[in-house]
């Protein structure tokens, strides 16, 4: 059996986190044996959304491959580098009557900037044979702006039907639907960036036995249910946060505390580490069969 290993990190918030990425995820790497890491990274540039300098960073640490959530768009410069650049992605079920204007083409407009999903492949450190790793992004709908259904989303993915079809042509067979054979020579890794724990469990059984993880993202409060479902998913809640916990999930606890007594929406800021504090990354390394793709293990990690 060729076991596989992936590390998925949870939301990196500002400087605090970019730093402790960088000083710990390398080793996290080395010590754990990680074939493939995935870097939740939409918090990463100041608090909000990304930039590309913040991305190098977190290429820098380690992450193969950068999620987002509903703050991937706030740094409007950011979103050529969506379209440019596919180790990074953004939530798949935004709809597509997005649209936006191409800075390299003012005159033409298209769908919203980025992909939901990549594609990549690595050799495995275990023998040096090429894996085929397919991370997803969806974002949830309870208690988030209403988007398309993420349910239904990766059901059309998963079968080459409905909306989602023009961004899979590349696997597509000439019937124009998925080889039959597709998910037994993949591991899927799919970051859920929602805000209920319910809709993030309901979602992971319903891909249970269909992908290699359901990680919930968004909340950065490390949950304590990582498990491997019936049909061989690893799940966890949430990830959890990477920056410093001396704050109110990353952020400044006096604005935090503010904004509750007053519900006055001040602007948040990032919080910075107390004296004696830690900043950690948070997240879990799961442990897959890369015949089946079923997973094995699944441990959180906060280091």
């Known amino acids: 059996m060729q076991i596989l290993r992936a590390i998925m990190v949870g939301d990196v918030v500002g400087d605090p986190g970019l730093q402790v990425l960088g000083q710990r995820l390398p080793h996290l790497?080395?010590?754990?044996?990680?074939?493939?890491?995935?870097?939740?990274?939409?918090?990463?540039?100041?608090?909000?959304?990304?930039?590309?300098?913040?991305?190098?960073?977190?290429?820098?640490?380690?992450?193969?491959?950068?999620?987002?959530?509903?703050?991937?768009?706030?740094?409007r410069e950011f979103w050529p580098v969506l379209d440019k650049e596919k180790r990074v992605i953004r939530p798949m079920?935004?709809?597509?009557?997005?649209?936006?204007?191409?800075?390299?083409?003012?005159?033409?407009?298209?769908?919203?900037?980025?992909?939901?999903?990549?594609?990549?492949?690595?050799?495995?450190?275990h023998d040096g044979k090429t894996v085929s790793w397919l991370v997803v992004n969806l974002q949830g709908r309870e208690f988030m702006t209403p988007l398309d259904c993420p349910f239904r989303t990766f059901d059309a993915f998963e079968t080459g039907l409905g909306s989602p079809i023009t961004l899979i042509e590349p696997l597509l067979d000439f019937s124009g639907k998925?080889?039959?054979?597709?998910?037994?020579?993949?591991?899927?890794?799919?970051?859920?960036?929602?805000?209920?724990?319910?809709?993030?469990?309901?979602?992971?059984?319903?891909?249970?036995?269909?992908?290699?993880?359901?990680?919930?993202?968004?909340?950065?409060?490390?949950?304590?249910?990582?498990?491997?479902?019936?049909?061989?998913?690893?799940?966890?809640?949430?990830?959890?946060?990477?920056?410093a916990p001396d704050g109110i999930i990353g952020m400044d606890k006096k604005i935090c505390l503010d904004r509750a007594r007053n519900q006055v929406l001040y602007r948040m800021?990032?919080?910075?580490?107390?004296?004696?504090?830690?900043?950690?990354?948070?997240?879990?390394?799961?442990?897959?069969?890369?015949e089946s793709g079923k997973a094995i293990s699944i441990k959180r990690l906060s280091a």
Do not use: C
Request: charged residues 25%.
């Open 29 to 75: 790497i080395k010590e754990l044996s990680a074939d493939f890491v995935i870097v939740n990274g939409e918090n990463a540039a100041s608090g909000f959304g990304l930039t590309g300098p913040v991305l190098e960073k977190l290429f820098s640490a380690g992450a193969d491959v950068v999620t987002g959530g509903n703050h991937i768009w706030e740094k």
């Open 93 to 125: 079920n935004y709809p597509e009557g997005n649209f936006h204007r191409n800075p390299d083409d003012p005159g033409a407009v298209s769908a919203s900037p980025g992909k939901g999903w990549v594609r990549l492949e690595k050799p495995s450190l």
């Open 178 to 243: 998925l080889p039959e054979n597709l998910k037994e020579k993949l591991v899927i890794l799919v970051d859920f960036h929602a805000e209920s724990a319910r809709e993030k469990e309901s979602l992971a059984y319903y891909l249970d036995g269909r992908v290699s993880v359901v990680a919930g993202t968004h909340t950065h409060v490390q949950t304590a249910d990582e498990r491997i479902l019936p049909k061989g998913t690893a799940y966890i809640t949430d990830l959890g946060m990477t920056g």
């Open 269 to 290: 800021e990032v919080a910075a580490p107390e004296t004696g504090g830690n900043t950690s990354v948070q997240g879990i390394i799961v442990e897959i069969d890369a």
